[in-house]
Structures are given as C-alpha cells and as structure tokens.
C-alpha cells in the first residue's frame, strides 16, 4: 500500500526492483510468452504506480470489485467509488459479513515516514470492516521497514507512534481489535517460520525478483508478512480475512494463499473413478454421468466407465467464457489460469481416462488426500468418514458427503491434530492516489501528498496549488467542462473529501464535466475540507495518545543495529 516512492530506487540490498520492462516479472512465477509482459509490474517495494488497472485482471488474475459488488451488503464510499477497483475471493468475506459469521480485516504499514491521506484509505477499509463486524488487525512492518528500507528503531519507534494515532483517531477500536508491532509479535514469528517452511529461494526468486545479493532478513520480512495475513485465522478459528491493499501488495497475497493451502494436512477433491480428473474434465464427465443416470436402474453400479466414453464421444462441449471459470470448478474464485476449462481440449483427455476405465463403476465421490498429514491425522480422518467409503494408499474416497462437509471434517480434523486449517485470505485492492502535482504521489514530493501530520494551513494551501483537470481558459471550461477523470483535485473529493456523501461527488463531477464549474471554486471549496479534516483529525489524534499508551505496545524499543540498507 505504499504510495511512496521508495528513494532508494536502484539499491543493491532489495534486489527486488523491477525497473527494465521485461525483466523478471513479480508475478509469482506464472510467466507467458505470449503476455502484455511491459509495463505490467507488481512489486511491493518498487514503485507503486499501475499503469493500467485493467492489465492486473488480464496478468495477475485479480478480480474486478463489480463482480463482487452485489453481494456487499451496504458497501463503502470507496467500493461505490470504484476506488476498489480489484480483489481475490472478496465473495467469502462479503458472505460471512451478510450472514453475521466470523471474518476478519488485516493490514500492515511500513513505518518509513509519516501516514498520508493514501494510508489513511487502508485505516477507513480495516475500520469499515470492523464496524461491519469483523476482527481487525493493523500491524507495523517494523522489521520489513528495518531489513529492506535501513529504517533505524529510533525512526521506525516515531512513525510507528504516528501511524498508530492516525488509526485510532479515524476510528479503530483497540480494544476490540488487535494492534501490534511485527517484531513484538512471537506467534507471528512462530507462524512465519512454519510457513517458511513450505517456500523455498528459487520461488523467492520468481516471485520478487530477489536473487544472491538480496539480504536475508528481508527474506525473512516476506515471511513475516505472509504470517501476519493468516495471523487473524489462529485467533478462535480459520475465518475468511480481507487484506486491504494496494495492488503493488497482490504478490505477498498470492504467495499467502499458495502457503495457506500447502500447510494443509487434506486436499479435498471430487472425482467419480480411482483415476484423477482436472476441472475441465470433471465437467464433462460429470455431464456424462448424470445423463447416464438418469436411464438406469442403479445408478451406483449400472454406470460405467466405457458407458461414459461412448457418451461423451458424441458430446459437444459448451464454450465457456472467462466469467464462467470460476463457476466451473469447485474451487473458490480465486482466478488462477487453471481456473479456465478449456472444454474442448479436456474432451480428449478425459475420453482417455474414460476408456481406460474399461467396466469400473462411474460413481461420484469426494476424494481426501493425504497432503502433510501425519499418521494419526490421517487416521483419524478415515475413521471421522461417516457412510461409505474406501480406503487407499495416500487418499480416502467418500460416497456419502458433500464437497462442502468433506472440506469442513477435514479441516476439524486437521485442527484436531495440530494444524492450522488455514483458510486461503482475500483481498482487497485500491487504486493509487494521484500526486498533486501530478503524476505519482510520493513521499519524497511534500507537494505531491498531504501528510496527515500536515499542518492544516499547508494542507489548505497544498490543494489549493494542485494540479487540476481544467482547460486553459475560463471561457474554454465553460464551453468544454473540465476533465474531472484526470483531476487530483476530484480524486480527492472522491476518495476522502466527500466522506460518505455521495451526492457531493457527483454535483462536483456533473458540474465539472458540464462547464457549470470552474477551478478556483472548485479547489478553494477542496482546501477547506481538507483544512477542516486536518484539524479534525489531529485533534483527535491528541485525544488518541491516551488510548495509545494505555495499549500493550512498545513504541520505545531498545533494538540494536542498522538494518539492511542505507
Ligand atoms: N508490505 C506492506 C507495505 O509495504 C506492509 C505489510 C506487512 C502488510 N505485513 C502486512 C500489509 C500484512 C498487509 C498485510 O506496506
Ligand atoms: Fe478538477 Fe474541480 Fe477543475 Fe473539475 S472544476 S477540473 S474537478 S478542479
């Protein structure tokens, strides 16, 4: 969520940065050839600009926030805004949120200056979701501000403090919810080397461009973070948690979910025979067997594999688009390539595995797979199995459960024995504010962003020099209106001005675009809100310093060393 730009761009210590286009993509190794490979970088400690936000659907398989939309059940200003603009399986957080079940909100900061108005759109998302009901969680990256930015502990102890006072001045309930510091944190540390354990350097590599020069404790800060995002799950139980982020963070998610799932002790999947099928077979073959099914007495025995093949030999499989690839397997929608049947190719393999099967009964079931359970676990399952089903070397077939039950027995029984029984974490993704001056917002531009520490007269006068969507002349915005698209000053309305009113976004935007508007007006009405927030908001960042020290956090450390870069 860093909309700074780091000023150590280019510096050895990351080998992280992805400067040239074309250079190994932070894609978590999903390299094409044939992909839009230019311009296209996610890379949590490069540059936080997105050229196209529509590329990271195409590239990276985020999802669009419309899609989800709907089943928000009264969404936030920034979600109507199109602010939210992407996701990861957002559905299971917005579902537990309309059926008052468990979730949780986490996000992290990394103390290396003070909080902008850019953080404070992640503080409103971990307070909207708190106050929808939800556990939330804000963390300071200390030990990534130490390891990969050379923070010193005396500067990361001051913008802790202020980044903490900020949170709790726009809202978040510290007693309900959970502040902590990474490096204070032992079950974080504890998780982390767990999860650490199932990656290894070459997928480092891939995913964050890290190679022999890369200093190991920002390794360490990468597991660290794929710990705090799965760290509200140990909290009671597994639960579908939101990260609210930039999409510069979408890398650390995506390797966070692979982790959540290889920690597994069970895989769970559903097949119909002892052969495996992928999901673009199981459709078919699911096709085939419940046209089948239909014409016979007993269904359990009188289906057959080879009855099957000569079914689907005379099958013309459906197209399906890129909206129904998520529907089409069992699987959350988490937007994996491999989420795309591709029907007409499945057709082939899947006739194979059909013919080979010769006369075995065609039978659905669930399939449980030994992943990293141990003996007992593994036992224990078979055992918890109710109704029919049979045994095998490495993996249980069940007759008489859901998908849906077989998921939740094996995650009981995983947690039953000592596993984790993650839930993979959802995400949510914000557009980057654009800078004042234009162009990227960042931290080493004062002009560019406004500091929630600003005084509030700099942050009248900030706005009131900002660079706007207007046309040269007065006569010329009144004739062709002014661009409120391209406009930091209607970004600013929209994304905090405005607050939860959306009729003023719109008289600005309408007003704007139809020449009823013009700049000066238009930014001197900007700057006062901007005035009034400011000193709303470091009023009650006063008020907030009590309800700070009174919190279990240490914000005079008394670490030792210089950390990973200079
Ligand atoms: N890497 C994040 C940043 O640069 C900070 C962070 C650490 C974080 N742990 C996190 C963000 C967990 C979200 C969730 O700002
Ligand atoms: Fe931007 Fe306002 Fe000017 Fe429109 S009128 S271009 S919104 S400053």
Known sequence: MDEDTPEETGSAAGGARDETPGSPRADGGTERADGPTEDVALDPWGSASVGDYADLFEEFGIEAFDDVADDVV???????????????????????????????????????????IGHKLVFDEIIWHQEQGGDAFGLIADLEAHSARGMSWDEIDEHARNYLLSLLALGFDAEDG????????REVQDLGFELGS??????????????????????????TQTADILYPQ???????????VGPDQDPHVRLTRDLATRMRYFKVTEAFASFELDDAERQLVRAAYDAL???VDDA???????????????YEPPEVGAADRDAADGDAADGDADDVPDLAAAKSTALDKLRAGGKEPLRPRVRFF??????????????????????????????????????????????????????????????????????KMSSSIPASHISLLDDP???????????????????????????????????????LLAGDDDELTKTVYSECVNGERLCGGCKEQAAELMREFLEDHQEKREEAEELLDDLDIDLDSDRRGTGGEH
């Open 74 to 116: 009264d969404p936030h200003y920034l979600m109507r805004r199109g602010v939210i603009f992407g996701h990861r399986e957002y559905d299971a957080v917005a579902e537990a949120m309309a059926n008052d079940e468990p979730f949780a909100a986490l996000s992290g900061f990394m103390p290396t200056g003070d909080p902008h």
């Open 178 to 185: 959970e502040l902590y510091r990474q490096s204070d944190n």
């Open 198 to 223: 199932k990656a290894n350097f070459s997928e480092f590599e891939a995913i964050y461009g890290f190679d022999g020069e890369t200093n190991i404790s920002h390794m360490q800060s990468v597991v």
């Open 234 to 244: 140990l909290v009671d139980e597994p639960k579908p948690t939101v990260i609210p």
């Open 293 to 295: 099914a239909a014409d």
């Open 300 to 314: 359990e025995t009188d289906v057959r594999c080879e009855g099957a093949a000569a079914w689907l030999a005379d």
């Open 370 to 439: 030994d992943r990293n359970a141990t003996d007992e676990a593994f036992e224990a399952l078979i055992e918890a199995v109710e109704g029919d089903k049979r045994v095998f070397e490495g993996h249980v077939d069940a007759f008489d459960l859901t998908r849906g039950e077989a998921e939740s027995l094996a995650r009981e029984v995983e947690i039953d024995h000592d596993g984790f029984g993650f839930r993979q974490p959802s995400s949510i993704y914000h557009r980057f504010m654009t800078g004042l001056t234009g162009g």
């Open 457 to 495: 007269e700099d942050g009248y006068e900030k706005v009131k020099a900002a660079t706007t969507g207007g046309r040269d002349t007065a006569e010329k915005q009144r004739e062709l209106g002014g661009e409120a698209d391209e406009c930091p000053v209607y970004e600013l309305y929209a994304y």
